[in-house]
């Protein structure tokens, strides 16, 4: 059974920075890519981040570039999002979802989803 237990979400002023860890069982670890997404009230889940399967290449939503990097231990079966200089348009609830295959910023072509962490941005 394949289950992905993000962490590391919380409350965080303008500016600040938190970082979010995805521990994956259940599986081959090194052999699929991840993907973070996110999905604030009202809204649609979106792309966020996105990592190979040996983290030889990330790519990025434009709205996160140069303040979000992507990184996997495949030895802790783990994958990390590192976010700074957050903003309140941040805030949203964090999902972390594999995909066996290449890059792909769709969530329908994600095949397991975490429960979610929550990530609120005060200003």
């Known amino acids: 059974q394949v289950q992905l237990v993000e962490s590391g979400g919380g409350l965080v002023q303008a500016g600040g920075s938190l970082r979010l860890s995805c521990a994956a069982s259940?599986?081959?670890?090194?052999?699929?890519?991840l993907g973070w997404f996110r999905q604030a009230p009202g809204n649609e889940r979106e792309f966020a981040a996105f990592?190979?399967?040996?983290?030889?290449?990330?790519s990025y939503a434009d709205f996160v570039k140069g303040r979000f990097t992507i990184s996997r231990d495949n030895a802790k079966n783990t994958v990390y999002l590192q976010m700074n200089s957050l903003k309140p348009e941040d805030t949203a609830i964090y999902y972390c979802?594999?995909?066996?295959?290449?890059?792909?910023?769709?969530?329908?072509?994600?095949?397991?989803w975490g429960q979610g962490t929550q990530v609120t941005v005060s200003s």
């Open positions: 990592i190979n399967w040996s983290g030889s290449r990330t």
């Open positions: 259940g599986l081959t670890f090194s052999s699929y890519a």
């Open positions: 979802a594999v995909r066996y295959g290449p890059y792909s910023n769709r969530r329908d072509e994600y095949e397991y």
